[in-house]
């Protein structure tokens, strides 16, 4: 069987690298997951952003970033 089709046997890293957005998409979920964790974590201990944030020795606005997808 000749298969002509170049993308089989690619990964999906190749195909973000090829399109140069291999970074930028790594960094978003990075961040998502990241914040996912700490969401959860928050949510486990029944802590609001400002006890988080005082537990984190940063600020709540610090906080709302961090737990910001968007940011």
């Known amino acids: 069987m ?9 990964s999906f890293d190749d195909f973000l690298i090829k399109d140069d957005i291999f ?7 990075t961040k998502r ?12 201990l029944k802590l609001n952003k ?3 944030a005082k537990k984190m020795h940063t600020s709540r ?3 709302n970033r961090l737990l910001d997808e968007e940011v």
Do not use: F, K
């Open 61 to 63: 606005a610090a906080l």
């Open 23 to 29: 970074e930028a998409t790594t960094a978003t979920a």
């Open 2 to 10: 000749n298969n002509n089709n170049p993308h089989i046997g690619s």
């Open 33 to 44: 997951v990241i914040a996912w964790q700490i969401q959860h974590e928050m949510d486990i």
């Open 50 to 52: 400002t006890a988080m």
